[in-house]
Nanobody, 120 residues
Framework: QVQLVESGGGLVQAGGSLRLSCAAS????????MGWYRQAPGKKRELVAT???????QYADSVKGRFTISRGNAKNTVYLQMNSLKPEDTAVYYC??????????????WGQGTQVTVSS
């Protein structure tokens, strides 16, 4: 089974920075895209940033100019550099791998989430 493991979350003051990491493991042949989503208490999960296997990126308007998504040398790794953090960024951040070709047909997988808390 494919597993995603996130790291890098924590507590930071407004204006600070954090770098989130995600690594996918298991029997994986290809991953079409990876990304980050977040969910605050009482809110729906929302897209933060995605990056495709071809390198195309997409960002939520609320994080443009502040966050940068990138891939590691290994195809199954992705990072999210978060700068100029705001209290509104506080949420659980989830790593996503979309269109994963494993021992089963294309499917999506989610990490367990990492807490990001931005204090005022």
């Amino acid at each position: 089974q494919v597993q995603l493991v996130e790291s890098g979350g924590g507590l930071v003051q407004a204006g600070g920075s954090l770098r989130l990491s995600c690594a996918a493991s298991g029997i994986i042949f290809t991953i079409n895209a990876m990304g980050w989503y977040r969910q605050a208490p009482g809110k729906k999960r929302e897209l933060v940033a995605t990056i495709t296997s071809l390198g195309s990126t997409q960002y939520a308007d609320s994080v443009k100019g502040r966050f940068t998504i990138s891939r590691g040398n290994a195809k199954n790794t992705v990072y999210l550099q978060m700068n100029s953090l705001k209290p509104e960024d506080t949420a659980v951040y989830y790593c996503n791998a979309a269109g994963v070709l494993s021992t089963t047909p294309n499917a999506d997988y989610w990490g367990q989430g990492t807490q990001v808390t931005v204090s005022s």
